[in-house]
């Protein structure tokens, strides 16, 4: 499959995030369908949601290069965070969610209906918070490393060539503008 992607200065850098959410809410399709699972998203509010939990990780100090780790099941909250990680050009570290489902980040480790009793932070919580500061997309050279799956590191351009499964099915949709069912 082809893809159109919006560099931010041709062919050095880009922003993987941007070419799967932003550029469709610029171009006037905030309104359509981004995801469906329990309720549909579209694209604005998938847009919203990442740039907040971008805005979480970047209060955490992560930002070009640095390591984000997620335990999380394919679904909503994995593709948000996979998302925001690459709007801030961070390392998208994906492990299989053999423990509770989690995302950890410098030692933080943030999960879904946290325990107030423990250390953990909760995803909604936070998720308020950074819609206060919402995180705006990265300048990512197109060689830097993006995504770790499966024990082998990608480089940003290497995520808009594609694969089979998760994550790249969810990218590829996203990139061409279509819905992601999950």
Do not use: K, Q
């Not at 850098?13 to 070419?19: E, R």
């Not at 925001?84 to 480790?109: I, Y």
């Not at 060539?161 to 990218?171: E, F, V």
Request: with cysteine; net charge negative.
């Amino acid at each position: 499959m082809r893809v159109e992607i919006d560099w931010i200065h041709r062919p050095d850098t880009l922003n993987v995030c941007f070419n799967a959410l932003d550029r469709h809410v610029v171009h006037g399709r905030a309104d359509d369908v981004a995801l469906t699972d329990e309720a549909p998203w579209t694209y604005a509010r998938l847009l919203e949601e990442v740039a907040a939990f971008g805005g979480v990780l970047r209060a955490f100090g992560v930002g070009l290069g640095d390591n984000v780790v997620a335990r999380l099941p394919e679904g909503r909250d994995a593709l948000v965070a996979l998302l925001a990680s690459l709007r801030l050009g961070a390392v998208h570290a994906l492990e299989a969610p053999d423990r509770d489902p989690a995302v950890t980040v410098g030692g933080v480790v943030i999960r879904r209906g946290a325990d107030p009793a423990s250390e953990d932070l909760d995803w909604d919580v936070l998720l308020r918070a950074g819609r206060t500061d919402p995180a705006p997309c990265a300048e990512v050279p197109v060689t830097a490393p993006a995504l770790v799956l499966d024990g082998r590191t990608l480089a940003a351009g290497d995520l808009l060539a594609g694969g089979p499964g998760w994550p790249y099915d969810a990218l590829a949709r996203l990139f061409a503008g279509g819905t992601v069912e999950l």
